[in-house]
């Protein structure tokens, strides 16, 4: 990621034809168009149900900003903008990108269009019925699983508006297109290998069956989503992906599913409960000061709204704890300052086909004042982006010789790409007179460089000082390197968008979003200011990121410099 094309801030401008190979190459079978052979038209044929018994309901608010948005008539995805003349649907011109494209079909920006009162709803109503015209009976971009499986989970959650008001004939028009995509998912929900896509579609039938059918197949339904609670939770509540920000959507459907069936007055599977408690802690465990989540992975800011809200639908409080095994993270907390560490491997397939090669980068709050963090992640903003931020560089953490601490493969069945690896990686914590102590590594350069990647952190009993080492070391093991030649290897700390900092004669002072002040301090020469970028927001911004570089010994046990480098994060008294 080059410091100019990390500063422009600007999307490339593509021919369509790029636009289609980068869409191809990045998407992988989940971007493939879908066919409809005369037997699937059949299947997907028939009348339009009788109507709702009930809708359900959505845990989290809708955004009233992007509302106000368009019903102005602009329309905001990522970097993407369109204006549009009065009355106009969006898809009445030529979309930026395949991936704008996508984002418009799964109808997220719904919802938001109904927080702004009648007028809101008319427009809402207006660009379903429009859609319906110029997709409904069928469109291979349009109908792939997932896009179709979110596309129908939105108009459920919208249903009163949609489907309650009208004439009879638009009403009617609106359930049997409704009805036909639920068809269409359901026949491609065996087939589908997009971890994203089967449980919006197992979610998706399950409410069907409960407000569309009165009942009928509800079993079925529920037994194919208690298989990917089984596949896509993982036992200590994080999701299969470790990404926080998927972990709380699931929690979102999850809960509207539970409150569906408490309606349908039948007792809610203990396996419904049971996940929802165990995704809640997780949440509860992601959630820092200002109330969102880290971006690990493939997860971006989540609205801190969406998270009170999911947390408020538990039977409990979540218990509170700082070691997540399974998931692979540790969270160092005491008084305002939290940090979250990625200490796990990347996930298996098809789960790491959105994963990143972050191993052992942390994100660090003040409060509600984010400083450290990654180059974040949003499914806003395009693809290429998106690609990009999955590398090691765009990680708060260590990289030799600008190479990724895990392997990209290629993924035969989903045609992505997934990290492996990186092996060895592992952490041992030690908390002892009010102060944590962390120890983790990885041997992700071991096979190619020789060298092990370790992690010290240490976080003062008052959080106003974190220190921290990181070193790289021969193994024993290993034997004397045959190669001399010293090694480069560069250390980055992400700085959140909201940080301002400026370099001074000994440290780098950072002025955080609530007004404090954190220097950063360390005994390597060449710390440095450079440009970065972060997509944790929904757009891509420009920020600023610490890099300490340097070449290490080829044969060092990582106790002295090159290869060891200490550094630390002090808070200013008068903050």
């Not at 009233?64 to 009065?86: H, N, V």
Request: a negative charge; charged letters at 25%.
């Amino acid at each position: 990621m080059s410091a100019e094309f990390a500063n422009s801030g600007f999307l490339p401008k593509r021919t369509s034809d790029e636009d289609a190979e980068l869409w191809a190459r990045l998407t992988g079978r989940a971007g493939q168009e879908v066919t409809a052979s005369p037997i699937h038209r059949l299947k997907i044929a028939g009348s339009a149900p009788e109507g709702f018994v009930m809708y359900p309901e959505a845990v989290a608010p809708a955004d009233e900003l992007r509302g106000e948005s368009l019903m102005r008539d602009i329309w905001r995805i990522g970097m993407s903008k369109m204006e549009l003349a009065a009355g106009h649907s969006p898809w009445s011109k030529p979309l930026p990108s395949r991936h704008y494209a996508d984002r418009l079909h799964r109808f997220d920006w719904l919802g938001d269009l109904f927080t702004q009162g009648p007028a809101g709803a008319d427009r809402a109503r207006f660009l379903v019925d429009d859609w319906i015209d110029n997709y409904g009976r069928f469109n291979g971009f349009a109908w792939r699983a997932g896009c179709a499986a979110d596309r129908i989970w939105n108009w459920m959650l919208c249903g009163p508006g949609l489907f309650e008001h009208g004439d009879n004939g638009a009403v009617t028009q609106r359930l049997e297109v409704l009805a036909r995509q639920i068809r269409h998912v359901e026949t491609l929900q065996d087939d589908c290998r997009d971890p994203a896509a089967r449980w919006r579609i197992a979610v998706v039938l399950t409410a069907c069956a409960l407000c569309l059918k009165r009942g009928k197949g509800l079993d079925n339904a529920l037994d194919k989503l208690e298989q990917e609670c089984i596949a896509q939770i993982l036992p200590d509540g994080g999701h299969a992906s470790r990404s926080p920000a998927r972990g709380l959507r699931s929690l979102l459907d999850l809960c509207v599913i539970k409150r569906l069936i408490e309606k349908y007055e039948r007792a809610v599977p203990p396996f419904l409960v049971t996940w929802i408690e165990r995704l809640g802690g997780m949440v509860a465990f992601f959630r820092a000061g200002d109330g969102a989540l880290p971006p690990f992975n493939d997860g971006e800011e989540s609205l801190s709204q969406a998270v009170e809200a999911a947390l408020g639908r538990l039977r409990m409080r979540p218990r509170r704890f700082t070691v997540a095994p399974k998931s692979g993270f540790h969270k160092l907390h005491k008084e305002d300052t939290c940090l979250f560490l990625d200490a796990g491997s990347a996930p298996e397939e098809p789960f790491g086909d959105s994963a990143h090669a972050g191993a052992l980068g942390f994100e660090l709050y003040d409060a509600d004042a984010r400083i450290v963090t990654s180059c974040g992640y949003s499914p806003e903003v395009d693809i290429d982006w998106q690609a990009a931020v999955r590398r090691t560089v765009a990680h708060s953490t260590l990289m030799i010789s600008d190479e990724d601490s895990a392997r990209f493969l290629h993924n035969e069945e989903t045609g992505l790409m997934f990290p492996e690896g990186p092996e060895g990686i592992a952490a041992k914590r030690l908390e002892e007179a009010d102060e944590i102590w962390l120890d983790a590594q990885h041997a992700g350069y071991k096979e190619r460089f020789g060298l092990l990647h370790r992690r010290r952190l240490f976080m003062a009993g008052d959080g106003r000082r974190l220190t921290g080492e990181d070193s790289l070391a021969r193994p024993v093991s290993q034997g004397e390197a045959r190669d001399q030649r010293t090694i480069p290897f560069s250390i980055r700390f992400h700085l959140h968008p909201t940080v301002k900092a400026h370099t001074s004669e000994a440290t780098i002072r950072l002025k955080t979003e609530n007004g404090s002040v954190w220097r950063f301090k360390t005994s390597h020469e060449g710390a440095r200011l450079e440009p970065t970028i972060y997509l944790g927001r929904g757009i891509v911004e420009q920020s600023l990121q610490i890099v300490l570089a340097g070449r290490a010994q080829a044969d060092s046990d990582g106790s002295r410099p090159p290869n060891a480098v200490r550094w630390a994060f002090l808070k200013d008294e008068a903050a």
